[in-house]
């Protein structure tokens, strides 16, 4: 056995226990509720006063597949889905709408706040519109 030299072995301590601090539930009372419809989809974003996304749902993550996702059916269920979510999880009650698109579930991503009874503050259309569009086709020969 080696010996060692004047030092006695140095023993582990156990580090004292700290607590960790709790997540503080944010509450957001007010936000905005976001429908981008398109023929293939509807996502639905709730999000807070300046923008930043807090719960988010689509007609595909509601369990819908192919051309049934594009239906006002799926965008009604994935409204719901979306804010029964924020309500339960951040505690909204008024909501600005802003729609997106020319899908079958404009209308039905706002019927669904309806169900939720959460006030609806003002209903903004934020579709996009060409300015000069596309290119043309070509002339057609006679």
Sequence with gaps: MAKTKGKAPVKNKP??????????????????????????NTIITVTDSKGNALVSASSGGSGFRGGKKGTAYAAQIAG?????DAVAAYGIKKVDVYVKGIGLGRDAGIRALHAADVAVLSITDKTGVPHGGGRAKKMRRT
């Excluded at 719901?80 to 029964?84: V, Y």
């Design 15 to 40: 580090k004292a226990k700290t607590k960790a601090k709790r997540k503080q539930k944010r509450t957001v009372t007010s936000g905005q509720y976001h429908v981008h419809a398109t023929f293939n």
């Design 80 to 84: 719901e889905k979306a804010i029964n």
